[in-house]
C-alpha cells in the first residue's frame, strides 16, 4: 500500500464586520495614544508614558493575532484539521476517518443543509473550491465538516472513502 500525506493551508478571509473591528481597533489605538501622550507632555509625568507604550504595544497584539489560518493534514485515509490564529496558537478542531464519511463533495448550493448536525467550518471564507463531508464522530455526533482542500488532498480523500459512497460518486447517485 502507497502511503498518502500531503498537507494544506488556507487563510480565512475576514468578513466584512471582522474588518469594521479591526479599523475600530486602530482608531481607538491611535486615539489613546494621542490622548495619553498629550497628557503626558502636559504633565512631565513618565508614568503616563509607560501608559503610552503599553496601549501600542496591546494594540499591535491584539492586531496580530486576528488572522486565521487552517491546516489540514492527510495520512492515509486520516483527515486532521487545526486552526491557527495568529501564526502563534494552534488548536485542533477535527480529525477524522475518510473511510467513515456518509457523505462528501464540493459544496454547492444543492446540496441540502443539515440543520442537526454541528457544523465545522474550517473553509477559507471565499465560497470558491469549498467541499463538505458528512460523518458522525464521538466528540461531535452527527456533523459536517466545510473546507477548501486542495485538489491532491481531494483525490486522496476520494480514495479513502467508504466503497458505496465511491460508487454512489462514480455513478452520479
Excluded: W
Excluded at 503599553?54 to 488572522?67: C, E, K, N, P, R
Amino acid at each position: 500500500m502507497t502511503d498518502h500525506f500531503t498537507e494544506h493551508l488556507v487563510k480565512k478571509v475576514p468578513t466584512s464586520q471582522e474588518r469594521t473591528k479591526t479599523i475600530l481597533l486602530v482608531l481607538a489605538a491611535v486615539v489613546l495614544v494621542a490622548g495619553t501622550a498629550f497628557v503626558a507632555v502636559a504633565t512631565g509625568l513618565l508614568v503616563i508614558l509607560m501608559i503610552t507604550v503599553v496601549v501600542i504595544y496591546g494594540a499591535y497584539y491584539i492586531l496580530s493575532g486576528q488572522g486565521i489560518e487552517y491546516e489540514y493534514t492527510f495520512t492515509n485515509g486520516e483527515l486532521d484539521v487545526d486552526k491557527i490564529m495568529g501564526k502563534r496558537r494552534r488548536t485542533n478542531l477535527i480529525t477524522v476517518d475518510a473511510s467513515k464519511f456518509e457523505a462528501f463533495g464540493e459544496l454547492t448550493d444543492d446540496v441540502a443543509d443539515k440543520p442537526d448536525a454541528t457544523l465545522v467550518l474550517c473553509s477559507d471564507n471565499t465560497g470558491e473550491g469549498e467541499y463538505y463531508a458528512d460523518l458522525t464522530t464521538e466528540e461531535y455526533g452527527e456533523t459536517r465538516l466545510v473546507f477548501t482542500p486542495s485538489e491532491k488532498m481531494v483525490a486522496y480523500i476520494e480514495e479513502a472513502l467508504p466503497r458505496t459512497l465511491k460508487y454512489h460518486r462514480r455513478h452520479g447517485i
